[in-house]
């Protein structure tokens, strides 16, 4: 017979009762929550040591102990007091949020406490120095493609906003670092790019990341931008190496023609110094000869002016001795005759007079030789006739 026909009695009722009256079969309604919440307290009363019934002040109207309930409740908050504690390192510090709301004071290092459920605390390093690669093929403004790799060295400055206002802050940095190096590489060659200019677009780039940084609030100070890489792709790199030889060697041969023009530049500098001054110094020189002879010849005048026979003798006895003096050959005038004595002592001087001179020949010394020489002279001349001399 089913519980819930006409006529069931109490003991078919699967809630242990015949309804909301207490009475028989006639109230089909819901069973009595009250009524099953009776009786889990008496089972919870058995379980921690209560009465069962209606007994006297040990229970709470049939219900939990007061000493269980002093326990459960000191358990739950030793627990809860303990779970609340948390420690931060020396590097880091830690963004409150409090039922979700973010306070505006920072959790400092150490051995903290928060209430659980309702602060929340995010630790977020300050010192570490974050580092992120990026790199990307990129157009110059001189129309060349260029393969271009970069590091971003940064930290945290602003813990509250790095946690708050930026969801994802290294996606947010790639994409920032992505504008910033294409702005710039888009306004720099490509010699700029892959040659010294690199140092100029680094700081260009760090000083526009930065910027976009701090519109997006992102708490993030830029350290340094580095230029790891910048070449051409390497479908075309061979040739941009070639390109680049032929680069250097235009340097070097440009620097070796500037090391020539710097030699050779002062030693013709040096020779034509040399020859003006020789110029000049013979210009002196004709110039204080032609003035000495100048004042010869006035001299001269005054004298022939004065004694003119005997500056006449003395001006040709002058000139025949600057004439003969370079002659290696001697004539004597013979006193009363019409030619000339021809002695050729150049010759016997070097040993060719053999015949005129025995005694040189046979040992003696050349001074011995010429005194031979002049007597035998002087002999010659007495014994030519008185005739043969020429008048005075």
Known sequence: ?????????????????????????????????????????????????????????????????????????????????????????EQERGVIFRFGAVQEQVAMPGLRWRPRGIDEVTPVNVTRVFSEGHSALMLTEDQNIVDVSLTVQYIVANPIDYAVNVRQPQVSLQQATESALRHVVGGSTMDDVIGEGREVMAGGVQERLQSYLDSYGSGMSVRSVNLDRGAPPAQVESAFDDVQRAREDEVRFVNEANAYAEQIIPESRGDAQRIIEQAQAYRDQVVARAEGESDRFTRLLVEYQAASEVTRNRLYIDAIESVLESSTKVFMDVEGGNNMLYLPLDQLRRGGGAAAMPRANSGGNQDTAIRDLADAVLRELESRPTNARRPR
């Open 1 to 89: 017979m089913a519980w819930n026909e006409p006529g069931g009695g109490k003991k078919d009722d699967p809630w242990g009762g015949g309804g909301r009256s207490g009475g028989g079969g006639g109230d089909q309604g819901p069973p009595d929550l009250d009524e099953a919440l009776r009786k889990l307290q008496n089972q919870l009363s058995r379980l921690f040591g209560g009465g069962g019934g209606g007994g006297g002040g040990a229970t709470t109207g049939g219900g939990f102990s007061s000493r269980a309930v002093a326990v459960v409740v000191g358990v739950a908050l030793a627990a809860y007091f303990l779970l609340g504690f948390y420690t931060l390192d």
